[in-house]
């Protein structure tokens, strides 16, 4: 058995604002099809992110439908999973056009069922059935991205009871803690490897843009966790090289990125093997001045080291008197022929006081780190998830939040340490309790009993935020 998978293609995307760019978006895509069908796998698996936007234009679904063709000319069945930049808030998107027209298969859960050669489908409740792919004996689970509490509900897994028993390759379209190391999502993980449904041979990701892999014995589950990265290099952070020109330096100095090429993956017996495709040179360039005429210089000169085809993202930096405008940078490269450039500035126009640099364990609470954690989605995810987080927040609010989980890690840190000792100061008099006051003006030498706080009132309907910031009021 082999198969092709592939991830985060982001067909339609004009990175930059050039239309250049998407061109190379869909050239890499239609590469890594061909190879797929030259290698003459069975099938195909797209984790997520087929599209830019959920929404996109008529020239890229006809883009999609064009290079989608060659597989199903040959025969070879493709199965995918709507990403986070391809689902809306209602279940319908561009996909069921894909397949009404015979060019992919989704799976995961659905309204309709689903009967054919490639795919079966189990009834869940009235209106919802759980659909998979078919080849052979072989079963394609999946489903399409989800936000981290409409997937663990309190002690509930939503995944495990899922796809309980299941066997096969599982698609699923989420950041894994495990593999989410040094990209965005290390702090803003979908879910952790502990929760993960074991026994599935192949775990077909994608989301997190860096090639990733991790095998069973790294894991403990029963087959391996496979990320092929993006097929283009969507941000700075994929740079293909990187130049580094610091004060220190006498020279600038290239590097390759570590993370290396872009492409996807062959898998045959369920090992993945890389497959790179073509693309465009992009180019991380940090510069370090102490004045604009050292800035300008050193701009100029790395900018022979860059091909002329490149993409190239020029970071500024150094303390500079008055700082610096970007405008006065933009004409430096105008003749140079690079492709695309940009400038952005670090300068900062005098020199920083403190080094102290603060973690975010000194910067947020316990609680505040776990509410940022739920809160950092794009909108349209959180439009989607806000019931699930509404229950959550209530939740976590009924449980109560420990007292040292409302003060940051440092300040628990400083109230631990013993005071120090001081001189001892006169005490000063005491003085002397004030009479309480009777609130009752009709009668005034009655005092008033329980002057507690009573509790608020717990509402009727604990499913409302409203009520609750409405302190149980109706």
């Known amino acids: 058995m082999k198969f092709a998978h592939i991830a985060d293609v982001h067909l339609g995307r004009e990175q930059f604002n050039q239309p250049f760019r998407y061109e190379d978006y869909l050239r890499a895509f239609r590469e890594a099809i061909e190879k797929s069908v030259k290698a003459n796998v069975d099938f195909i698996l797209i984790a997520g992110d087929l599209f830019h936007v ?17 597989p199903r000319r040959r025969g070879i069945p493709v199965f995918a999973i709507e990403g986070n930049h391809d689902k809306t808030i209602r279940e319908t998107s561009v996909f069921d056009l894909l397949e009404h027209l015979g060019l992919l298969y989704t799976v995961g859960l659905k309204r309709e069922p689903r009967k054919g050669e490639f795919q079966e489908s189990k009834r869940l409740s009235e209106n919802r059935y759980l659909v998979w792919g078919r080849i052979g004996d072989l079963e394609i689970h999946g489903l399409r991205h989800h936000t981290r509490w409409q997937l663990i509900r309190g002690d509930a897994n939503v995944l495990r009871a899922l796809f309980k028993g299941k066997r096969g390759i599982l698609m699923l379209h989420q950041a894994i803690n495990y593999l989410a190391k040094d990209t965005p999502y290390q702090d803003a993980f979908d879910l952790r490897l502990s929760e993960l449904p074991d026994g599935f041979s192949y775990y077909a990701l994608g989301h997190i843009h860096i090639r990733r892999i991790a095998e069973p014995s790294q894991t403990g589950l029963s087959g391996p966790l496979a990320y092929p990265g993006s097929l283009e290099r969507t941000e700075i952070r994929e740079a293909s090289h990187i130049i580094r020109y610091s004060i220190r330096d006498k020279k600038p100095k290239v590097m390759e990125n570590r993370e290396g090429s872009k492409g996807f993956y062959i898998v045959e017996d369920f090992a993945p093997e890389f497959v790179e ?23 100029e000169e790395v900018s022979s080291l860059i091909p002329k085809d490149a993409i190239a993202v020029i970071t500024l930096e150094g303390t500079v008197k008055g700082g610096i405008a970007l405008a006065e940078f933009n004409d430096l490269l105008k003749d140079s022929g690079i492709r695309y450039y940009t400038f952005r500035s670090r300068v900062v126009g005098e020199a920083v006081l403190s080094k102290e640099r603060l973690s975010e364990e000194e910067l947020f609470t316990e609680w505040e780190r776990e509410l940022l954690m739920h809160l950092r989605v794009e909108p349209k995810e959180f439009s989607e998830g806000l019931p699930e987080f509404v229950s959550w927040l209530i939740e976590r609010y009924e449980k109560g939040i420990p007292a040292e989980a409302m003060v940051p890690k440092k300040a628990q840190e400083k109230k631990a340490e013993p005071e120090e000792k001081s001189p001892q100061k006169a005490k000063a008099p005491e003085k002397p309790p004030k009479e309480k006051k009777s609130l009752d003006t009709k009668n005034p030498g009655k005092e008033e009993k ?25």
């Open 54 to 70: 959920s929404r996109p234009s008529p020239r890229t679904i006809r883009d999609a439908v064009e290079v989608l063709e060659l």
């Open 277 to 299: 495709v073509e693309t465009r040179p992009f180019y991380s360039v940090r510069v370090e001045g102490k004045s604009k005429a050292e800035l300008r210089r050193k701009v």
């Open 450 to 474: 329980n002057h507690e706080k009573k509790p608020v009132p717990k509402p009727k309907n604990p499913a409302s935020l409203d009520a609750w910031l409405g302190r149980g009021k109706p």
